[in-house]
C-alpha cells in the first residue's frame, strides 16, 4: 500500500503521518468495500455470493476501524460527525 503525503512528507511529524496512513488505508477499504459488492452482484453462483459478501462484511469493519482511529486522533474529523449541516 502506498500513500502520498505530497511534496512535502519529510517536513511533517510522526502525527500527520499516520493520519495520511489512516486515511489512505481507509480509501483502500472502501474501495475494496465497493469491489466486493461488485462481484456479489455480478455472480449467479450462490457459494461464491456468500464467500465475497463475508469479504465485502470484513472491509466494513477494517473501515470502521479506521474511522475510530481517526475520530479519536483528529479532532476536527471527530467534531464533524456531530457538527456537520
Known sequence: ????LGSDAEKQDEKAKNLARARQSLIEELDAINVY???VQASNDEELK???AHNRDEEKEHAAMLVDWLRKNDPTFDKMFSEHD
Open 1 to 4: 500500500m502506498t500513500y502520498n
Open 37 to 39: 459488492e461488485e462481484r
Open 50 to 52: 456468500k464467500v465475497l
